[in-house]
T-cell receptor, first 116, second 113 residues
Framework: DQQVKQNSPSLSVQEGRISILNCDYT??????FLWYKKYPAEGPTFLIS?????DKNEDGRFTVFLNKSAKHLSLHIVPSQPGDSAVYFC???????????????FGQGTTLQVKP | DSGVTQTPKHLITATGQRVTLRCSPR?????VYWYQQSLDQGLQFLIQ???????AKGNILERFSAQQFPDLHSELNLSSLELGDSALYFC????????????FGAGTRLSVL
């Protein structure tokens, strides 16, 4: 059962324009949502997160929006740059028991290509 | 550089064999997580250790096991390997404040022939 879904395997945008990556989830018990970026031959790198009690978090060119009623989040990159070309993973944090017990549940990833 | 070190980077072995993947977490991080990424799939959580103690298990096969040592490095042992075990295996670590933000190593690519 895929609890976190990224329905678009790929996205192509022009440099300077906005990139919007989408993610849907099914479990309303998730505490946090995160976006990771991954380049080939490297591990995922943390990009930005949002608590389930917020609806927006911004960090420079990156903004994450959370719509709890729709169980949907999105990552906006403005303006997009060629160096942003990578695979982007949406992830949800599910914790239980003590504060140090839990797991990240990842979507399948969206490959973003930013064309010069 | 995330500060998480995984060795080896690549591993090629045959079916039925056993391998050990090693992970050194970021300095001071007590939690270590292992994930598997098969072709065109997202990362699947396998297991979490916190300060030497197993804390959480995901869909980890019985043929797989892990441990975290007193110096906090961790090893993932994969035995009776099958073709379907070919994948990228990532290790991540997080600090004592909770595991929400995890820092990933570059991964070990396992090829079972």
């Amino acid at each position: 059962d895929q609890q976190v879904k990224q329905n678009s395997p790929s996205l192509s945008v022009q440099e300077g324009r906005i990139s919007i990556l989408n993610c849907d989830y099914t479990n309303s018990m998730f505490d946090y949502f995160l976006w990771y970026k991954k380049y080939p031959a490297e591990g995922p790198t943390f990009l930005i997160s949002i608590s389930s009690i917020k609806d927006k978090n911004e960090d420079g060119r990156f903004t994450v929006f959370l719509n709890k009623s729709a169980k949907h989040l999105s990552l906006h990159i403005v303006p997009s740059q060629p160096g942003d070309s990578a695979v982007y993973f949406c992830a949800a944090w599910w914790a239980w028991g003590s504060s140090n017990t839990g797991k990240l549940i990842f979507g399948q990833g969206t490959t973003l290509q930013v064309k010069p | 550089d995330s500060g998480v070190t995984q060795t080896p980077k690549h591993l090629i072995t045959a079916t039925g064999q056993r391998v050990t993947l090693r992970c050194s977490p970021r300095s001071g991080d007590l939690s270590v997580y292992w994930y598997q990424q098969s072709l065109d799939q997202g990362l699947q959580f396998l297991i979490q250790y916190y300060n030497g103690e197993e804390r959480a298990k995901g869909n980890i096969l019985e043929r797989f096991s892990a441990q975290q040592f007193p110096d906090l490095h961790s090893e993932l042992n994969l035995s009776s390997l099958e073709l379907g075990d070919s994948a990228l295996y990532f290790c991540a670590s997080s600090g004592s404040g909770g595991g929400v933000i995890q820092y990933f190593g570059a991964g070990t690519r396992l090829s079972v022939l």
